[in-house]
Nanobody
Framework: QVQLVESGGGSVQAGGSLRLSCAASGFTSSTYCMGWFRQAPGKEREGVATIDSDGEIAYADSVKGRFTISKDNAENTLILQMSSLKPEDTAMYFC??????????????????????WGQGTQVTVSS
């Protein structure tokens, strides 16, 4: 049974940092495309960063240079290190995974449309 559990969200001031974790179980994270997505109130879900089974990574333009996605395969965990946070980064952040999505850019660009597995989300709030 595939399960994704996010943690690490919270409230920070602009310019601060947060580290999100997504603990995966029921599958081997290295064989899946995984990613972070976010949704703010009244807005559509958007892709933040994805990493596929080949290790290819894709970032949304809005987070390039500030966020870093990585997989800890030993711990079966997906990480999102966020720095220089801005108020516009405020959203619920979700971890998604799917074995069929073969390309990180595709997974990001389609906003996780084809991802079958999702966590419950973790809230990130950035104040100015």
């Amino acid at each position: 049974q595939v399960q994704l559990v996010e943690s690490g969200g919270g409230s920070v001031q602009a310019g601060g940092s947060l580290r999100l974790s997504c603990a995966a179980s029921g599958f081997t994270s290295s064989t899946y495309c995984m990613g972070w997505f976010r949704q703010a109130p009244g807005k559509e879900r958007e892709g933040v960063a994805t990493i596929d089974s080949d290790g290819e990574i894709a970032y949304a333009d809005s987070v390039k240079g500030r966020f870093t996605i990585s997989k800890d395969n030993a711990e079966n965990t997906l990480i999102l290190q966020m720095s220089s946070l801005k108020p516009e980064d405020t959203a619920m952040y979700f971890c998604g995974a799917d074995p069929r999505v073969s390309n990180a850019r595709y997974g990001l660009g389609t906003r996780g449309r084809d991802f079958a597995y999702w966590g419950q989300g973790t809230q990130v709030t950035v104040s100015s």
